[in-house]
C-alpha cells in the first residue's frame, strides 16, 4: 500500500485561477445540458404532458431503481448542428431491479422523436456499449422515424441500429421494447427484433405502412388500430407479449421482465468494502492550469480517485513522463497510465507497452488519463526509435483486451491520442473533462506549420511572402482549430461519451467498471509484432 | 395446598395473574382460542390448552372446557381475570363443584350483584347511597337525562342515555337487544342521568374471617362510551373534598359486608360534585365488581400491594392483616387501545410491529415507592409484544401504561411522555388522545368528569400529536430513510452516491398517505452541496440511515430568529414494514403508507365497492346480487365492539357482488360487495334510477 501525498495547495493563487477557469467552462457545459433536458421545448412538452405522455427523463426514471444511479451517455450529441443538443434521444446505463441496462429513449418532444445522423450514432453507441460490456437493452420507443431530409445519412447506414438488436439477442443479451407511441416503418423493427415487447393500449402504433401508405400501396382503407394497435398487436398478431394498461404500467411491467431475467454478471465482484479517497474531489476543480503549456501531476487527480488514494507506482523512476501504477477504484482493481509533462519519449512509450501487457497477464482494467501533447520529434528522437517505441504502445494498446476508459483531463494531441487510447482505439468509455482539447496538434502549431510550409512554397517559386495575408490566415487557422479541439465540439460530434464535471469522475468511474464487469475481463498474450 | 393456577382468560390480566403467580412459586396454565395461538400470554404460561375457535361463545366462554383444561393440567385452581366469565355466578359454582379452588368472591356475592335491579335494593337497603331507580314505563320528561342501563350488564356495555323523550322508546327497545346478545338477558332499568358526574369506586379486600378492607378510592372519570380509559389514585375530588375518602369507604366496606364478600372486588359510586341529583359531593353506588378490575395497578402502585396475590391468599383462606398499608404518592394508568378516537373509536385489528415504552421500570408490579431505589417510574402490564396480531373478536385494549410518582402532576407529565414517546407501530391507537388528555388544563386542575370529552371536544383532543408540518417533515425522513436503505440494499452500484445523475434533470420521488388529507409527495435530490428537499429550502440533511434521520430544520417558519440560531436539529426515527413507515421523534409520531412506484391495475379495487370500515362479523345483509339498490340503503351490517354499522350503497346501481355471508368474520377493507351505478338489474331489467 503506497498512499498518495497530495502537494496541491488549495490556498495558492494557481489553485484559485484554475478553479474558477474549471467553474466558468462548467457552467457552459451545463447550460448546454440544460438545453437537452429541456427538450423540445416548454410548449411541446406542455403538449405532450397534456396528452397524459411521461417525457423521456421521466420514463427513465420510473424504470430504473429508486435512488440507483444512472450514467447518462453523449448528452451533447449534435451540439454544434443543426439539431438540437442530445439528438432528440436519451441514452444511459441505469439499474433496473439490480441488472445494470443500457436504456435507450426517444425524446417525442424535440421533431416527433425523428431519428437524424446524431440520434442513429449516438444510438448506435449506446447498442456498441450493450454489445461490448454485456448490459441488456431496453428501448424507450416513441419516435416517428427517420429524419427526411436527412435520410440519405440514415437510412442506409441506420440498419446497423436492428442489426445490433438481434445480434445482441444471439450473443445473449437480452433486448427489450417498451412502446409508448410511434413505432412505424423502420422503427417497427426495433419491437420486431427485440426478446420482449411490452405495448399500450390506445398508444402503442407499430406498423410497417400506415393508413395512406397502404392506401397507395394496395388501395386497402384501413385504420391505424387495426394496422398497428396494440390491443391487436397483442391479440392478433403476437409482436405485443404484454398490453399495459398506460406507460407507467409499461414501465411496471418492464421492470418485472427484467427481474425475471435473472441476470448474473459475468466478471469479477468487487471488494465489499472501499476506503473513499483521503482528498477531496471538490479539489479536482483545481488541478487543471487553463493554459494547458502548463504541467500538472496526475498524481493529485490519482490521489482524488482511487481507493485510499491508494496508488502502488510501476517504473517510477524510468520514462518519469507517464505515471503507471495498480489502485482500486470503487473496490474494482485498475491499471492507471496518466501523462504527466505531456511529451511520451521512447522511454514513456516502452514502459506503457510493457504496463498494458502486465496488465493484460493480471486481469486488470486500464485507465488513460490524457494530458499528451504527443511522441517527441527531432533528430535524436528519431534516431533514438521514437516512431517503433510509439508504434509499440500503439500495438500494446490495440491488441490488449482487458477493458479500457479514458478520460482526456488536458491536451490529448498527434498519435499520444492514440497511444493513450483514444476514440478510435476503442476504450469501453471515453470521457473528457471540460479543460480538455483534443486534436492533431495544438492550433498555434498547426497554423505555424502552415506558414513555414506557406513561406517554403513562397520561397520555393520567388514569390513574395505576404505577411498580412499570413497572419490573417494564422488567425483564422488558430481559432478553427482551438474551436474544433473543444470538449463540446468533440462531444457534439460523439467523439467521446460526455463531458463530466472532474469532481464526478470518481462515481462516473465507478459506474463504469461496474457496468464493464457484467461481461468477462480477460486479458491476451496474443500481440502485435512488436518491433524492437 | 395451592399449587397451580389457570387463569380462563387471556391478554395483559392473564400475564398479569401469571407474573404473580410466578412471584409466588405456582405453576401457571393458560388456556387460549385459535386466534390466540400465538399471544403472548401463552407463552408466558408452564403449560397451555387450546380452545377450539376463536369467537368467546365457542372459547373463553365456555365453562365446562375452561374447567375441562384445569383438570387435564393438573390446575388446582382458576382465575377468571375480569370480563368474560369472571362475574358469571354459575361458572363460580361449577369450578367449586369440580373440586378446584374458584379465585373470587363466593358464589352467593356474584348472584347478589348479578342484577344491577336487585343489587340496588339490596345496597339502599344497607345504608349505602344509591340514585333513585326509574322505571322505564313511568319515565317522564321531568326525568331527563336519563340512562338505560342492562341489569346483567359491566363495563359500560348497553348503557345508553336519553335526552328526549321520543327517542325512549326507541333506545330501550335497542338497548334491551343488546343486552340479549351480549349478557343473555334483556332486563334493563332507568336512573337519573348525572351529566358531570364523577366515576369513583373503592377497591376492597376481605377475608372469610371477617375481615374488610377500603383499600383507596380510585377515580375514572374520563370515559369513552360509558367505557373507562384514564383512571387514578386517589381521587382528586375525593383529595379535595372533606371527610369524603371516610364516607366513602365506610359506604364500600358496608356494601362488602352486606353481601358477605370474600377476596378483591370493587364498589363503584357516581359522585355528584355539583349537586345535581341532591348534595354537593353526594355520591350514589352504581354497582359492586366482583373480580379484580382493569385498573388495579393505580392502587398496586399507591399501596404498594400485589391484589392478586391477596386475591389468592383470600381464596386459600389466608387472614387478611388488620388493616391496608397507607397510601403514598399518586398513580394513573392510561388504557392503550388499537382504535381510531377520531373515527368513531373503530377498532383495529392487525400486527402490532412494534410496542415498546420508554422508561418502562416494572412489568405487572409496582414500581417502588418515591424515594426508594427503583421508583417511581412506569409500569407496562401489555397483552402484545411485538409482532402479536390483534384479532378482531376480543376487546381491543393492547396494554395498560401506568405512572406512579409523588404528586399527580408528575405522574401525568411521566405518563404522557412515556405515552407520547412510545414506539407503537401497525394498529391505530388512542395515544394521542391520552396524550392530549394528560396534558389538558382541565385534567391537570383535577377537574375531571365522565364528559370530559364532550366538553373539551373530542375532535380536539384526538387530534393527531404531530402538526400537519410535522408530518410532512417526517415524511421527508420517512423519504431519507428509504433512500438509504435502497441503497444499502442496492446489489450493483451500492456504493455510488444515491440518486447520482451526471446529468440531473427530476428530483426522486416518493409519495406517502398519512390517513390524513392529500398524499404527500416528497422530492429530493442530493446535490454536491447537499440535500435539496423541494419546497423545503432551509431544510438540511444530518445524517440518514435506514433507521434515524437527523435533519436541521428551521425552527421558526417566518426567519425571525437570525442566522444559525434559528436552526433545530431534529431526530427522527424510521422504522418500516412493507409500505407501514413509521416516524418517531419529538415532533409527534407520524404512521406512513408508502405509495408504489407502481400499481398493479389487477389489483385495484373496482369502482363502487363496500369495504369493511372496521373488522367484524356480518349480521345481516341488505340486498342480494342482482337486486337493484338505492343511494343509502344499508347492503351489509356488521357487527364488532358489540356495536352494529350498516355499510350503505354509496350511490344508486345494482349489486352485483356480495361477498359476503350472515356470521361471516372480515378484516378491515375486505370486499363486502359492489354496487354498479351502470349495470341493468337483473330482477327488473332496469337501470338505476328509472322507476321499478
Known amino acids: ?532 | 395446598m395451592l399449587t397451580s393456577v389457570l387463569v380462563a382468560n387471556r391478554g395483559e390480566i392473564a400475564r398479569r395473574v401469571f407474573a404473580t403467580c410466578r412471584r409466588m412459586g405456582l405453576s401457571t396454565v393458560a388456556v387460549f382460542s385459535d386466534a390466540d395461538a400465538a399471544s403472548p400470554h401463552v407463552a408466558d404460561a408452564d403449560t397451555a390448552v387450546r380452545l377450539p375457535g376463536s369467537a368467546p361463545a365457542e372459547t373463553y366462554l365456555r365453562g365446562e372446557l375452561l374447567i375441562g383444561a384445569a383438570l387435564a393440567s393438573g390446575a388446582g385452581a382458576i382465575h377468571p381475570g375480569y370480563g368474560f366469565l369472571s362475574e358469571n355466578a354459575g361458572f363460580a359454582k361449577a369450578v367449586l363443584d369440580a373440586g378446584l379452588v374458584w379465585i373470587g368472591p363466593p358464589v352467593r356475592a356474584i348472584e347478589l350483584m348479578g342484577s344491577k335491579v336487585e343489587a340496588k335494593k339490596l345496597m339502599g337497603g344497607a345504608g349505602v347511597p344509591v340514585l333513585a331507580g326509574l322505571d322505564p314505563a313511568d319515565v317522564t320528561g321531568a326525568d331527563l337525562p336519563v340512562l338505560i342501563k342492562a341489569s346483567a350488564g359491566g363495563g359500560g356495555r348497553g348503557m345508553r342515555v336519553v335526552r328526549e323523550l321520543a327517542g325512549l322508546a326507541g333506545q330501550i327497545e335497542a338497548a334491551r337487544r343488546e343486552a340479549r346478545s351480549a349478557f343473555g338477558d334483556p332486563t334493563v332499568f332507568c336512573e337519573p342521568y348525572l351529566e358531570n358526574g364523577r366515576h369513583i369506586e373503592v377497591q376492597v379486600m376481605a377475608d372469610r374471617h371477617g375481615t374488610v378492607w377500603a383499600v383507596g378510592e380510585r377515580e375514572c372519570s374520563i370515559q369513552r362510551r360509558h367505557q373507562k380509559v384514564i383512571e387514578e389514585a386517589p381521587s382528586p375530588l375525593v383529595e379535595r373534598t372533606a371527610g369524603m375518602r371516610e364516607r366513602l369507604f365506610e359506604a364500600a366496606r358496608a356494601a362488602v359486608k352486606a353481601i358477605g364478600y370474600e377476596g378483591a372486588g370493587t364498589v363503584e359510586f357516581l359522585a355528584d360534585e355539583r349537586g345535581t341529583a341532591g348534595e354537593r359531593g353526594g355520591f350514589y353506588f352504581l354497582e359492586c365488581n366482583t373480580r379484580i378490575q382493569v385498573e388495579h395497578p393505580v392502587t398496586e402502585c399507591t399501596t404498594g400491594l400485589d391484589l392478586v396475590r391477596l386475591q389468592l391468599q383470600a381464596a386459600a383462606g389466608d387472614p387478611l392483616p388488620p388493616g391496608p398499608p397507607a397510601a403514598r404518592g399518586h398513580s394513573i394508568e392510561a388504557r392503550l387501545y388499537a382504535e381510531d378516537p377520531a373515527r368513531d373509536w373503530r377498532p383495529h385489528s392487525g400486527t402490532v410491529h412494534r410496542l415498546e415504552v420508554p422508561g418502562v421500570v416494572t412489568e405487572f408490579a409496582p414500581p417502588a415507592e418515591p424515594g426508594a431505589p427503583g421508583g417511581p417510574g412506569v409500569r407496562l402490564d401489555s397483552g402484545v409484544a411485538g409482532g402479536s396480531f390483534v384479532p378482531v373478536h376480543y376487546d381491543p385494549m393492547l396494554a395498560k401504561v401506568i405512572s406512579y410518582a409523588a404528586t399527580r402532576g408528575e405522574a401525568a407529565r411521566l405518563l404522557a411522555s412515556a405515552l407520547a414517546r412510545a414506539k407503537v407501530h401497525g394498529l391505530a391507537t388512542n395515544r394521542d388522545l391520552l396524550v392530549r388528555v394528560l396534558r389538558h388544563p382541565a385534567f391537570l386542575a383535577g377537574d375531571t368528569d365522565t364528559a370530559f370529552f364532550a366538553r373539551h371536544g373530542l375532535d380536539a383532543l384526538a387530534r393527531p400529536l404531530a402538526s400537519p408540518e410535522s408530518v410532512e417533515l417526517s415524511a421527508i425522513a420517512a423519504a431519507l430513510a428509504d433512500a438509504a436503505a435502497n441503497r444499502r440494499d442496492a446489489r450493483v452500484d451500492g456504493g455510488l452516491p444515491s440518486g447520482w445523475r451526471n446529468v440531473p434533470a427530476e428530483a426522486q420521488l416518493k409519495t406517502f398517505g398519512s390517513g390524513h388529507g392529500a398524499d404527500i409527495e416528497v422530492r429530493y435530490r442530493f446535490t454536491r452541496d447537499g440535500l435539496r428537499v423541494e419546497g423545503h429550502d432551509r431544510l438540511s440533511l444530518v445524517s440518514a440511515a435506514p433507521e434515524l434521520v437527523v435533519l436541521d430544520v428551521p425552527g421558526d417558519a417566518r426567519g425571525e430568529v437570525p442566522g444559525e440560531a434559528g436552526v433545530v436539529r431534529r431526530r427522527f426515527e424510521v422504522a418500516r414494514y412493507g409500505a407501514l413507515t413509521c416516524v418517531d421523534s419529538p415532533l409527534g409520531p407520524v404512521s406512513l403508507i408508502q405509495r408504489p412506484r407502481f400499481a398493479d391495475p389487477s389489483a385495484q379495487v373496482s369502482a363502487g365497492s363496500l369495504l369493511a370500515p372496521i373488522p367484524g362479523t356480518v349480521t345481516r345483509v341488505g340486498a342480494w346480487v342482482g337486486d337493484r339498490v338505492t343511494a343509502g340503503q344499508p347492503i351489509v351490517v356488521l357487527e364488532a365492539m358489540k356495536m352494529e354499522h350498516a355499510i350503505a350503497a354509496p350511490a344508486a346501481g345494482v349489486l352485483t357482488a356480495l361477498d359476503v355471508t350472515v356470521g361471516q368474520p372480515v378484516e378491515v377493507g375486505a370486499v363486502l360487495a359492489i354496487v354498479d351505478a351502470t349495470a341493468r338489474s337483473a330482477v327488473d331489467g332496469t337501470q338505476p334510477g328509472e322507476p321499478a
Not at chain 1, 454489445?131 to 440514415?154: F, H, W, Y
Not at chain 1, 483545481?286 to 496526475?298: A, M, R
Request: a neutral charge; aromatic letters at 6%; proline letters at 5%.
Open chain 1, 1 to 532: 500500500m503506497s498512499v498518495l501525498r497530495s502537494a496541491l495547495d488549495t490556498g495558492s493563487g494557481a489553485y484559485a485561477a484554475a478553479a474558477a477557469a474549471m467553474r466558468d467552462k462548467l457552467a457552459e457545459i451545463e447550460a448546454e445540458h440544460a438545453k437537452a433536458i429541456a427538450g423540445g421545448g416548454p410548449e411541446r412538452l406542455d403538449r405532450h404532458r397534456r396528452r397524459g405522455k411521461l417525457t423521456a427523463r421521466e420514463r427513465i426514471e420510473l424504470l430504473v431503481d429508486a435512488d440507483s444511479p444512472f450514467l447518462e451517455l453523449c448528452p451533447l450529441a449534435a451540439w454544434g448542428s443543426e439539431f438540437a443538443v442530445g439528438a432528440s434521444i436519451v441514452t444511459g446505463i441505469g439499474v433496473v431491479e439490480d441488472t445494470e441496462c443500457v436504456i435507450v429513449a426517444n425524446d417525442p418532444t424535440v421533431r416527433g422523436g425523428t431519428s437524424n445522423p446524431w440520434t442513429m450514432r449516438k444510438s448506435l453507441r449506446a447498442n456498441d456499449i450493450a454489445m461490448r460490456n454485456r448490459l441488456p437493452i431496453i428501448s424507450l420507443v416513441e419516435s416517428g422515424g427517420a429524419d427526411l431530409p436527412t435520410q440519405k445519412e440514415v437510412f442506409i447506414p441506420g440498419g446497423r441500429l436492428f442489426r445490433d438488436l438481434t445480434r445482441a439477442s444471439a450473443k445473449g443479451i437480452p433486448t427489450i421494447a417498451l412502446v409508448f407511441g410511434n413505432s412505424t416503418a423502420g422503427g417497427a423493427y426495433v419491437p420486431g427484433m427485440s426478446d420482449h415487447t411490452v405495448m399500450i393500449n390506445g398508444r402503442s402504433k407499430v406498423f410497417l405502412g400506415g393508413p395512406p401508405l397502404v392506401k397507395m400501396a394496395t388501395g386497402e382503407e384501413s385504420d391505424d388500430e387495426s394496422l398497428g394497435g396494440a390491443e391487436m398487436h397483442a391479440r392478433t398478431s403476437g409482436l405485443a407479449d404484454y398490453l399495459a394498461a398506460d406507460e407507467r404500467d409499461a414501465i411496471r411491467i418492464g421492470r418485472l421482465i427484467v427481474k425475471r431475467l435473472n441476470w448474473r454478471k459475468r466478471g469479477p465482484a468487487p471488494r465489499a468494502t472501499v476506503a473513499e479517497p483521503l482528498y477531496s474531489a471538490g479539489e479536482l476543480l483545481g488541478v487543471v492550469p487553463p493554459d494547458l503549456k502548463v504541467p500538472f501531476d496526475p498524481r493529485e487527480v490519482i490521489a482524488r480517485i482511487a481507493d485510499g488514494s491508494d496508488f502502488d507506482e510501476f517504473k517510477p523512476l524510468y520514462g518519469p513522463s507517464l505515471v503507471t501504477g495498480w489502485a482500486e477504484l470503487h473496490g474494482y482493481p485498475l491499471g492507471i497510465l496518466a501523462n504527466a509533462r505531456g511529451v511520451l519519449f521512447s522511454a514513456e512509450a516502452q514502459k506503457a507497452a510493457q504496463f498494458i501487457q502486465l496488465a493484460n497477464r493480471s486481469g486488470t482494467s486500464l485507465l488513460f488519463l490524457h494530458n499528451t501533447t504527443g511522441y517527441m520529434v527531432g533528430r535524436e528522437y528519431e534516431q533514438g526509435g521514437i516512431i517503433k517505441h510509439g508504434a509499440m504502445m500503439i500495438n500494446a494498446v490495440t491488441n490488449s483486451t482487458v477493458p479500457h476508459i479514458s478520460v482526456l483531463i488536458g491536451a490529448s494531441y498527434g498519435a499520444g491520442h492514440y497511444g493513450m487510447c483514444g476514440r478510435a482505439y476503442d476504450p469501453r468509455f471515453l470521457f473528457a473533462w471540460p479543460s480538455a482539447k483534443a486534436a492533431v496538434m495544438g492550433g498555434v502549431q498547426l497554423a505555424g506549420v502552415m506558414s513555414i510550409i506557406g513561406r517554403a512554397a513562397a520561397a520555393a517559386r520567388g514569390a513574395p511572402f505576404d505577411e498580412e495575408a499570413d497572419a490573417v490566415m494564422r488567425a483564422m487557422v488558430e481559432n478553427q482549430i482551438e474551436a474544433e479541439s473543444l470538449p463540446l465540439f468533440l462531444s457534439g460530434l460523439l467523439y467521446d461519451d460526455g463531458v463530466i464535471d472532474p469532481r464526478d469522475t470518481r462515481t462516473v468511474l465507478g459506474a463504469c467498471l461496474s457496468a464493464i464487469h457484467s461481461a468477462p475481463v480477460q486479458g491476451t498474450a496474443n500481440f502485435g509484432v512488436f518491433r524492437m
